[in-house]
Nanobody, 124 residues
Framework: QVQLVESGGGSVQAGGSLRLSCAAS????????MGWFRQAPGKEREFVAG????????LYADSVKGRFTISRDNAKNMVYLQMNSLKPEDTAVYYC?????????????????WGQGTQVTVSS
């Protein structure tokens, strides 16, 4: 079993920044894909960013490309999402997810473990 716990959410004004963290515990390994998803009220959960096992490759949703950066520290079992130039449309609950496959996927049902989520609210 794997446990994922997100932190770092909060309220910020448009143009501001936040850094989300995800702590992994249990049967973790650097061999896993890590991803961030988000779900806004009344909308389906959507892919935000993903990172491969050793951080050599990343993938971003078009809506966050150039503003968000995903990174990982395998020694600490941590994954981060640095969010800059935040917009009101970034408001959502953000989830960390782990996929035991070898490539980044953008469909939430493909991921094996999920955190409980952390709220990000961006005001105009």
């Amino acid at each position: 079993q794997v446990q994922l716990v997100e932190s770092g959410g909060g309220s910020v004004q448009a143009g501001g920044s936040l850094r989300l963290s995800c702590a992994a515990s249990g049967r973790t390994s650097s061999s896993y894909i890590m991803g961030w998803f988000r779900q806004a009220p009344g909308k389906e959960r959507e892919f935000v960013a993903g990172i491969t096992r050793y951080g050599s490759s990343t993938l971003y949703a078009d809506s966050v490309k150039g503003r968000f950066t995903i990174s990982r520290d395998n020694a600490k079992n941590m994954v981060y999402l640095q969010m800059n130039s935040l917009k009101p449309e970034d408001t959502a609950v953000y989830y960390c997810a782990l996929d035991q496959k070898l490539w980044i996927r953008t469909i939430d049902s493909e991921y094996d473990y999920w955190g409980q989520g952390t709220q990000v609210t961006v005001s105009s």
